[in-house]
């Protein structure tokens, strides 16, 4: 890769925010001293935004759910996050809920991050996510699931956008009974309910 070429492949992406091994896959480059030694003259120069450690973006202005979904990989969006999304809960929060391998709380430039630790086996099956682009999202009835599976007894305003027949198709993958209960007790509650 020439000399200019290295930021402009930056650039041209798609992506809002580079690791340091993402950006070693850009420019087909094995050494990563190298790599962090141009990404932080890029950043002190202002041609990137420096994030964090290993972590830089085109600008101030990247996506906030891309970098959520990166920091810890896997993970993907869930929770309060995406229940308002869909209308499921009305409280709003400004923190970004994450289902992940670990639990952790991070706040970046003024934003909070909330990663809760989920089974392996919930993690990693890809039923009920909305893969995207950019970041991963779950879909109504997967964060429905993830939020019962972390928080039982856990409130939602209106369940009347869920697809019954696929929180039944993803249940298995918490192998958990005791959500497998409380979604029957709110599947019947629900049926009753708009019935």
Sequence with gaps: MEKGDY????????????????????????????????????????????????????????????????????????????LARYGMIFQYSTVISMAAYLTRQVTIEGQDYSYRRIKESALLAPIGLDIRESYTLAGKERAFLDTLYISPGFHFDNLRELDWDMVLEILPIYQNKRLEKEVGNLRLLDQLEYA
């Design 7 to 82: 930021l402009t492949a930056i650039i041209r992406s798609n992506k809002t925010i580079f690791s340091v091994s993402d950006v070693a896959l850009l420019w087909q480059e094995s050494n990563l001293n190298a790599i962090r030694v141009r990404l932080n003259y890029y950043a002190r120069n202002g041609d990137l935004h420096r994030i964090r450690k290993n972590f830089y973006a085109k600008d101030t202005k990247y996506d906030r759910l891309e970098l959520a979904n990166r920091l810890f990989s896997p993970s993907f969006i869930s929770f309060e996050t995406a």
